[in-house]
Structures are given as C-alpha cells and as structure tokens.
C-alpha cells in the first residue's frame, strides 16, 4: 500500500496541513484529543477511534472516539480490556500486521458472525458500527497505539484503507517524537535535579549547553585556544562569553566561577 | 503533484514533518550533552542513553569503566555493571542517564598531609571564595605584603603555582 492511487492530491494536503497543524502538541494526551477533534473534519458522520493499548494489548490505557460517541461509550473502558480479545483481528493473530497495512474488519468476519461476538455484544452494540478498517500507527515504549475507523452500514472502499493509512503514517511520526521528546525531558529533569542539590539555584538555567561546554573545557585544564576552536569562535569570544556567565551568575571574578563549577563535584561524599 | 509521489519521494512531508518535529528534541539533547560534559569535567562518571541513539560515555566514563575491565555497549550492559557498584556510588539512575562516582580513589590531596597554619587556613578559605589580596588583607585586617607571604608559603605548601590551581585541585571540603 505504499502508492496511494486512489487519493487525490487535495485530499492528501489537506491531511498534510491538518497533521503539521498538530507538530506543535506535546504530550500524547494532546494529541490524542487533536487528532480525533481535527480528523472528525476530514471523516465526517464515522466514528474514529483512538485506542491506546498497553504492549501486551491486555488493557486499554485510553479510548477516544469522536463527540458524537462519546457520551454513549462512557465507562466502557474495563469491559473493552476484557473482551478485546474477540477482535476478529487480534484473534487471527493479525495485530502486528496491522502495522504495516490497513485492515479490513469484514475481510476477517462477517456481519452476521460479529453481531455474535462479544465485543460486538458489549461495545460496539453501543456505537452500531459494523464496519470497521483497524490500523496500527506506531508501537512506543510502553503502548501500542491503534486507529479504527467504523462505520454503520457501508463497508470500506480501498480508497479509505488508503487514506486511513495516510493519516495513520503521519500519526505515527508525530507520536513516535512527542514520545522521544518525554523520554529527554524526563532525563533533563533528573541531571537537573542532579546539578540543583549541588550548586547554587538557577545555575542550570543560566547556562545554556555552549556555555556548559565552555566550562568543561576550562575545567578539563584545555587551553582557551583548543576551547575557542571547538566552539567555532575566536578566543577572545570565548572571554567575552566567560564575562557574560560571570556576569549573568553575579560572580566578581574568574576564581568565583572556577570555584562555583568546582562544587558541582564537590559534594560527592555529601551521603557519607 | 501526485499524492502517491509524496510519499517516495525524498524530502518529501514526513521528513518535513519529522524535521518540524524534531528540533525541539534535538535542542534538549544538546543540553543533556552539553552538561554531562560538565560534570564529566569535575569528576563524574556520566553515561547518555539518547532515544534511538546509542550508548555515550564520557571521558571520565571511558575511563572507569575501562580500569572496571569492560567497555559496555548498551545501557543494559551498563545497568548491569553499574549494579555491582556500591549505592553510595551511583547518585542517579534513571532511563537515559547514570551518573556515578569513579572507582579510582584521587591521589590523597597534599591539603589533608599538609600542615598549614591556623592563618594560611583562613587565607585558603577566602582564596577559595575568590578574594584577591587586597580583598583579604582588609578581611584579616593584615597588609597586602603579608596575605601574599601566605598565599605563597601556601603555593608552596600544596605544590602547586596559581589561585585557580589552588581551587580547581583543593575543593573545599564538605562540611
């Protein structure tokens, strides 16, 4: 499904546009009620869900679907975990596949055979969609998140497996990056944390990561020149720069900063 | 054109898409690495895991893990040294970074073995604050002339020529 023949073009950039309108998001929370806010537009009248498994698709950590479904699905969440398995899909074992291609429920089973199953019975009695594409965007560290696409009484043309993997593509490097940006921000706050118990306050974000290089080279005994060529300035940029830390630290001279860096290591032995 | 075109074709809007999306990631990479070297720079042993990257040691790193035997190649291999180290040792530990302190015990500082007198001690201590000697003398309340005599008997002292020297090698010690 790598050539989307049966989009147009339009229809194509007006997903671009929608999907980099979403760059901005930065928890995955937030997207989650973007893309089902903004997607309602580009698929209006079908319910689109956001289903957000744990990794071993035991439990449904969150379920979003469009506003018009959400009222009717409220507290659903425990009996979804428990029935999921049904899922015509996650019972052939599919589940995996469906990362790499769009799905299609009645490929699987029939009508008749799902309005038996007991995911039909418990969950989408409630939604009275019988129609469903499954796909899964993008597997992250701790969940695996999947879009379905339902639909009452049509069955799914290829055009729409196409243009739920389009959507499906872009979800998943966004989300594959709001999920990295976590994973840093997580390590920032413990070295800043770190860093805070064992220097004065506000000394992390005083220093941005040029100036931090700086110092280390200062504090590694290399010359200014070795310091100023790694940087990419002249050496007395490099002590102009040194003022401005000084400077913006409140410290009255070069000892002051040696001696303030210096602490930062100090305190090694601060538990014994 | 055509919509099956974007997708192949490089430069295409995922990588635009992922470029928008990564700066802001990149910009926090920059500082984790920026400061890990800093610490690195005074005596801790800092490893990086970057998501999607692979392990990064610092030089002080390298270097304890190389006196330990091995060089590990990822952060499981790491985890699994480092737990054999004692927990005072290891000061943090979470997904992407480990910062521990170095095996090798320093050099006993000549500060402790030295014998320094009652006034070359508090000369140290305001050095070490960054005073110059006009600043001390009126602190101490003695001449210019006499606060270097004992800035010098402390050069001499602790084997070493220059106040940076002095407070990049005798950190104050904690108290």
Redesign the interface.
């Known amino acids: 499904m ?4 049966e ?3 339009t ?2 950039r007006r997903i ?1 546009r929608t ?2 309108g979403m ?1 901005d998001v930065t928890t995955l929370e937030e997207l989650e009620i973007r893309f089902i806010g903004e997607t309602g537009k580009i698929l209006p009248a079908d319910c689109l869900c956001w289903d957000n498994w744990s990794l071993d698709l035991t439990r449904l950590i969150t379920f979003r679907l469009n506003d018009d479904y959400n009222d009717r699905f409220a507290g659903m969440l425990d009996v979804f975990g428990e029935v999921v398995s049904h899922h015509p899909v996650i019972k052939a074992g599919l589940f995996e596949a469906t990362s790499e291609s769009v799905m299609r429920l009645s490929d699987f089973e029939n009508m008749a055979n799902f309005r038996g199953n007991p995911l039909f019975r418990e969950i989408y009695r409630h939604l009275d969609c019988h129609y469903q594409l499954a796909y899964m965007p993008i597997t992250l560290e701790d969940r695996r998140i999947a879009l379905t696409w339902n639909r009452r009484a049509l069955d799914f043309n290829e055009r729409e497996r196409e243009i739920l993997h ?1 959507l499906g ?2 979800l998943g ?2 989300s594959h ?5 976590r ?6 706050q ?3 944390g ?2 805070s118990v064992r220097a004065s306050d506000g000394l ?1 974000d005083t ?4 100036d ?2 700086l ?7 290399r010359t200014r020149r070795a310091i100023a060529l790694d940087l990419g300035i002249r050496s007395d940029t490099l002590d102009k720069r040194l003022g401005a830390i000084r400077e913006r630290l409140g ?9 303030a ?12 | 054109m055509k919509a099956a075109e974007r997708m192949t074709q490089p430069g295409g809007f995922l990588v635009q898409l992922d470029d928008v999306l990564q700066l802001k990631s990149a910009r926090l990479a920059e500082k984790l690495q920026a400061w890990a070297e800093l610490l690195d720079a005074v005596g801790w042993c800092v490893a990086l895991t970057p998501p999607g990257a692979s392990l990064w040691l610092s030089e002080g790193a390298t270097r304890d893990l190389q006196s330990r035997g091995k060089l590990p190649v990822n952060s499981a291999e790491l985890m699994g040294i480092l737990n054999q180290l004692p927990l005072t040792a290891r000061h943090l530990e979470c997904d992407g970074v480990q910062i521990w302190a170095s095996s090798q015990t320093e050099a006993p500082s000549p500060l402790s073995t030295a014998k320094l007198t009652i006034r070359e001690t508090e000369v140290l201590n305001w050095l070490r604050h960054g005073k110059t000697s006009p600043e001390i003398s009126i602190i101490l309340g003695c001449s210019t002339r006499t606060v270097e005599t004992h800035v010098n008997n402390l050069y001499r002292k602790l084997g070493v020529k220059g106040r940076s020297k002095i407070i990049l090698h005798h950190p104050k010690p904690r108290d």
């Not at chain 1, 220093?207 to 040029?210: I, Y």
């Not at chain 1, 110092?215 to 005994?221: E, P, R, T, W, Y």
């Not at chain 1, 410290?251 to 001696?259: D, T, Y």
């Not at chain 1, 210096?262 to 014994?272: A, D, F, I, K, V």
């Open positions: 790598e050539s989307y023949r989009i147009s073009e229809a194509a671009d999907m980099l760059s389009y593509q872009r490097v966004i990056r709001i999920e990295e940006n994973r840093l921000a997580c390590d920032w413990a070295l800043s770190f860093v992390i220093l941005p990561p040029r931090a290089r110092l280390a080279g200062l504090m590694k005994h410290m009255e001279n070069h000892h002051q900063l040696l001696a860096i210096r602490e930062l290591g100090n305190l090694r032995q601060s538990n014994s």
